[in-house]
T-cell receptor, first 117, second 114 residues
Framework: AQKVTQAQTEISVVEKEDVTLDCVYE???????LFWYKQPPSGELVFLIR??????QNEISGRYSWNFQKSTSSFNFTITASQVVDSAVYFC??????????????FGGGTRVLVKP | DAGVTQSPTHLIKTRGQQVTLRCSPK?????VSWYQQALGQGPQFIFQ???????QRGNFPDRFSGHQFPNYSSELNVNALLLGDSALYLC?????????????FGDGTRLSIL
């Protein structure tokens, strides 16, 4: 069975500080996909980044970067130079395998990020 | 390009009643998944519809049922409502055959059971 754990329930920072969100996953599949979503107070889940299990290259996209390590089953996400608009709940999600109709997502419990001005 | 749309945005029901939630997928998407998000928790997968059939199902009782129409839109039905069914219900759409692509979510329907 697949499982996603986000140990941090809430993080509070001052604007311009960096924020790193931890995510640990469990899966028996060799092919899987990892995602980070942001959920502002409005409720909609907004896709941020994706990583495939066969590509461990870490990347930077604007103020977002991620560190994917298969050896420790971790997929951590960093927001550089945080802004007040980054305040939201962030979810790490996992989908396993390859299905014709697509995969279900298994979410972690979320980490609430509060960026203070 | 319209994204995922859900209706209604809010709903109040009493225990024992039945409810129907609706979802229209993003243009170009043919698969719809439903998730339940209780307050302070991550979304939980309910089921997924593709080609008008339920393809995958999470750990939810059969009080939860759904339907997909030929235009790919979908409904989620919940019978015999319980207090514990109070949650945000999220619909997500995707395109079959593209498992590595992210699902796109709607704003959700907030269901309150009194």
């Amino acid at each position: 069975a697949q499982k996603v754990t986000q140990a941090q329930t809430e993080i509070s920072v001052v604007e311009k500080e960096d924020v790193t969100l931890d995510c640990v996953y469990e899966t028996r599949d060799t092919t899987y996909y990892l995602f980070w979503y942001k959920q502002p107070p409005s409720g909609e889940l907004v896709f941020l980044i994706r990583r495939n299990s066969f590509d461990e290259q870490n990347e930077i996209s604007g103020r977002y970067s991620w560190n994917f390590q298969k050896s420790t089953s971790s997929f951590n996400f960093t927001i550089t130079a945080s802004q007040v608009v980054d305040s939201a709940v962030y979810f790490c999600a996992l989908s396993e395998g390859v299905r014709a109709a697509g995969n279900k997502l298994t979410f972690g419990g979320g980490t609430r990020v509060l960026v203070k001005p | 390009d319209a994204g995922v749309t859900q209706s209604p945005t809010h709903l109040i029901k009493t225990r024992g009643q039945q409810v129907t939630l609706r979802c229209s997928p993003k243009s170009g998407h043919d698969t719809v998944s439903w998730y339940q998000q209780a307050l302070g928790q991550g979304p939980q997968f309910i089921f997924q519809y593709y080609e008008e059939e339920e393809r995958q199902r999470g750990n939810f009782p059969d009080r939860f049922s759904g339907h997909q129409f030929p235009n790919y839109s979908s409904e989620l039905n919940v019978n015999a409502l319980l207090l514990g069914d109070s949650a945000l219900y999220l619909c997500a759409s995707s395109r079959a055959g593209y498992s590595n692509q992210p699902q796109h979510f709607g704003d959700g329907t907030r269901l309150s059971i009194l």
